[in-house]
């Protein structure tokens, strides 16, 4: 009886333990804490084989330096790096002499000189504590990974920008607070950036919040992973090479050991 | 015998003052290996695989990385952006060190069900046991050099373990520091002792290959090489074979490195180091976590100090804890059901801890813990009295050459 119920357990408990495995690594990115769930949007550049959408990337570009750029930084990114986004050389030289950076000159002075394409995004403060002054203490963090460093960030964002909702009725949001349903806590210090036509776009397209929160999405997306595109692309042939290998090093092996396993 | 070996005059004339040829042709081409190995025996190869991957890929980081907490951040994402490649590099690098891991769990636990630890390969077994404590080591301290969140605060919870140690605890964490927190001189250190610790793991790898070859690889059924109708040749026999598995490790690997890259790490790394803010959660990398988890388990500091210690500390002595004197669990019909119980207890510690040290998880964190302690210190001692074994064949050739039906254990191991 109990060697007959060990065997049953030795026999099934390779299984079970292969479930257990993949219910543990389903769970671990979400390591504790209460889970707030976003919408989970079809983005262009999810999955293997995505790619950024270009036109949207503008666009987000567009919101970003519009609405965003005003107290977020991007410190990572240079204004050549726009180039992987579809804007050529003039348009970026332009896109970046909007902006100053302060250098030295030969006088020793420090002066301020329009923005090149080597140059790094100008953040609107000059520090971290400038930044939170500004912000009645509220620390508005840099952009430049922003997707990488939230978990499931690009439905993170996506949900964060279009989550302003009237507060319940309990629930009291003090001065320079703002009330957001997905935010953790509910309470941001980020006041609602996206209205209905915040930006105009020039291909036309309706500038819904909804809209602005996708494009700037991935926008801020490539920004995070610039090398996305590169490293889909090649991991294709990688993989296609490796299976390749595979299969021949499998035969391989499957004929020299023939006459090792005939005997 | 060297005379006729080698052709090439060169090759002959210095194999003949310097015999690096003849060793080589001894311990990689002619080297008697069980030929029954399943492809668990892959994962020896694999790991030595991975350990040369990240030796190469970490120079090449090293040349691009700046080791001081305002430039560390900057310097692996300039890395990450502007270095040709450096996104593979790095990401190759990051998701080796948890490849490396999961190889070397899987040959951990390979040794455990086929008894590979036992006489006379206690030494074998020992070394690689201090592998794996110089890999976490090297890891855990590789995990700080990005300085992102998870970085500081992983390096300031572990360091902060050993003021748990009466009297001298935190000095001693002042001395590891370099300060009086974790700082410019902590990432200093760990970068150069990140740096070297890899190459002491080589040394001791080495060792563990002087060690292996002394009495060849342990195999499935766990019973000494009777002659050489039992082994083949190491080449080409097992090096087609350790070909294959690396193809196939490598589809795995190169998948998460290309598609998902970032998978197996934490977001909040990707935020840089801040000392005023702590993150919600403080997690380790999830090759630590079944030692967190033991760590949280205890509820005095100092307990929970010596008990995680104390989980490796038992692999050190398992060729003596274990009292059986037959290898392979295909004859131990009890202790190859609690092989899996332990499995299962160690993949349920690591999701302990990822979860938050509160209610249940509290209670399931000490079960397991419990169990891990039970299942070195108390079951490998004193199950050989109970358990009775199955009769082991004679030879590693006979029950391939098919043997004899009713005395052979194979017989009836393989109509199940």
């Known amino acids: ?263 | 015998m060297s005379k006729s070996k080698f052709k090439n005059p060169v090759v002959k004339w210095i194999d003949h003052r310097l015999p690096v040829f003849s060793f080589m042709d001894h311990e990689l081409n002619h080297y008697p290996t069980p030929k029954n190995l399943n492809y668990f025996w892959n994962f020896g190869s694999l790991a030595g695989f991975a350990l040369v991957t990240m030796i190469v890929t970490g120079i090449v980081l090293s040349m691009n990385y700046t080791a001081h907490v305002d430039y560390a951040f900057d310097s692996v994402e300039r890395i990450m952006r502007d270095v040709n490649h450096g996104w593979l590099i790095r990401y190759i690098h990051m998701n080796g060190a948890s490849f490396f891991f999961i190889v070397v769990y899987i040959h951990i636990f390979r040794g455990l069900y086929y008894g590979s630890y036992k006489a006379p390969r206690e030494l074998l077994w020992i070394l690689g046991v201090l592998i794996l404590l110089l890999m976490m080591a090297t890891a855990f301290m590789g995990y700080v050099l990005p300085w992102g969140q998870m970085s500081f605060w992983g390096a300031t919870v572990i360091t902060n373990l050993f003021s748990a140690i009466p009297l001298v605890g935190e000095s001693i964490v002042t001395w590891l520091w370099g300060g009086f927190s974790v700082d410019n001189s902590t990432l200093n250190r760990f970068f150069s002792l990140h740096f070297v610790l890899p190459f002491v793991i080589v040394g001791v790898v080495i060792l563990h290959l002087v060690a292996l070859h002394r009495f060849g690889s342990n195999n499935p059924i766990g019973i000494d090489v009777r002659g050489t109708q039992d082994t083949v040749p190491f080449s080409p026999y097992y090096t087609i074979k350790d070909l294959f598995g690396l193809s196939v490790f490598l589809s795995f690997f190169a998948a998460a490195v290309f598609f998902f890259p970032n998978f197996m790490g934490h977001p909040d790394n990707y935020i840089e180091a801040n000392p005023m803010v702590t993150p919600a959660h403080i997690v380790p990398e999830w090759y630590f976590l079944p030692f967190y988890a033991i760590l949280r388990a205890v509820p005095d500091k100092l307990g929970g100090v010596l008990f995680m210690f104390g989980a490796i500390a038992v692999l050190f002595i398992l060729p003596w804890l274990d009292r059986s004197s037959v290898r392979s669990s295909q004859f131990r019909p009890i202790y190859k059901i609690f092989f899996w119980i332990l499995l299962l207890d160690c993949v349920l510690l690591g999701y302990l801890g990822a979860m938050p040290a509160e209610g249940i998880y509290v209670i399931l964190s000490r079960i397991a813990t419990a169990y891990y302690f039970f299942h070195f210190l108390i079951l490998f001692p004193l199950l050989p009295y109970i358990e009775k074994t199955k009769p082991l064949p004679i030879s590693i050739s006979e029950p391939i050459l098919g043997g004899g039906s009713a005395a052979s254990a194979f017989a009836v191991r393989e109509k199940r």
């Open chain 1, 1 to 263: 009886m109990i060697k007959s119920l060990l065997l049953f357990f030795s026999s099934h408990i390779s299984k079970l333990f292969i479930s257990l495995v993949i219910i543990s690594l389903s769970n671990f990115s979400f390591a504790a804490g209460e889970k707030i769930s976003y919408p989970q949007l079809n983005w262009s550049f999810s999955g293997i084989l995505g790619t950024f959408d270009r036109a949207s990337q503008q666009r987000g570009l567009q919101v970003y330096k519009e609405v965003c750029s005003g107290c977020h930084g991007m410190r990572l990114l240079a204004y050549r790096n726009l180039k992987s986004i579809g804007y050529n050389d003039d348009e970026i030289k332009a896109f970046a002499a909007d902006n100053n950076v302060n250098t030295i000159n030969d006088d020793g002075e420090v002066v301020e000189r329009p923005a090149r394409p080597s140059d790094k995004f100008v953040s609107p403060y000059p520090n971290d504590k400038a930044a939170r002054a500004a912000n009645g203490g509220a620390y508005p963090p840099d952009l430049s990974l922003i997707i990488k460093a939230r978990p499931d960030g690009a439905n993170y964002l996506h949900a964060l920008l279009t989550g302003y909702v009237d507060a319940p009725k309990d629930q009291k949001v003090p001065d320079g607070m703002y009330y957001n349903k997905y935010y953790s806590g509910n309470l941001i210090g980020m006041p609602q950036p996206l209205y209905e036509d915040g930006v105009e776009y020039a291909d036309g397209t309706k500038a819904t919040p909804d809209q602005m929160a996708k494009d700037v999405t991935a926008f801020l997306a490539w920004a995070s992973e610039p090398e996305m595109e590169d490293r889909k692309r090649l991991g294709v042939s990688v993989m296609l090479f490796l299976f390749l290998l595979t299969a021949l090093s499998y035969f391989a092996m499957k004929q020299i050991w023939a006459p090792i396993k005939e005997k």
